[in-house]
């Protein structure tokens, strides 16, 4: 069976970056934005559209006549919501099957729970997000630190909901995961062999 | 500065055995019931006192006047509570302060937080801490499965009450942890090596 590993995580904790460097380590493959390359790819979809999708709050099951009803926007419309998260969740099964590889966020570790993969949710304090997220750049620097901690605090709440709506379990909690790293204070290049070696 | 490693626990995880293990790899000292050894050695305490007090409810702290009005027993007040909490804090900072060591339980992530110890919370699912309990013996082999669960239920929620009395936080919520482990399934003969590795 593959090793495959699945990150959750918190914004602004730097698990993306761990991710990356994980399989860069352990010369294996790295999904994360890849797999909505791999979805517009493969279908009509818009990657805008997906993003937003994926980013944005799963509504409750309403039917297709109540959502009209209430003027919610098409893209809105839970069976797309559905029909993203089913196809991201093909391509998921398809990599994982494929060859050793990380994965990061997209309910992973829930999708391939038979499979057995190492799960990690990599987290931290506001503080230490806050300085990574200034550090990296990106469309952060102009925020004030109120404002960027509100951000913080926003996406992580849409991660919450979008994985608790699909696997109807807790984001975060540390029941789901192997292992949960706290990253404030602490160095990429310290906490790599480390991880490494509960791979093994 | 010393190498400290605290170990918070669910009771059946195996964090008390991971903990001695990785003293005995690292080669340096381990505290656990040492703790009130050292403590009723250099008292007058009996033992049975210290383990009472260390294992059941923190009262919310009332005056002397009241705790006796209501009949509470003498050993439950709280001045006797705090005496022992005190006592126990001197005793793991001074042992802190002198080596290398691993230290389990008793709040010691918080009461040595200056000292930025590597704080590990170690975890598992019910079905693998009933296992582990059944396995090590004791005093639970006659207990039904019910029961056994009720008991590490109940022992867990008097150690987060102590833990959220005398440190304001949360017990085994992960922001007051750089690492939380779950040892469901998990062998630990392969998690010393990797938890050396986040100490270095």
Known sequence: MNKIITIGREFGSGGRELGRRLAEKLNIAYYDREIVEILIQRTELAESYVLQIEESRPLPL??????????IPN???PEN???VYKQESEIIREMAEKSDCVIVGRCADYILRDLNPLRLFIYADMDSKMIRCQEKGDDVTAL????LQQKITSIDKQ????YQFYTDQIWGDKINYD???NTTKRKF????PAIEQFII
Chains 1, 2 share one sequence.
């Open 159 to 162: 991660r919450a909901r979008y």
């Open 62 to 71: 309403l039917g297709i006549t109540t959502a009209r009803t209430f003027g």
């Open 179 to 181: 292992l949960c790293i």
């Open 75 to 77: 893209n809105y419309q």
């Open 81 to 83: 919501r559905l029909s």
């Open 144 to 147: 004030t630190a109120k404002k």
């Open 189 to 192: 290049e310290d906490m790599i």
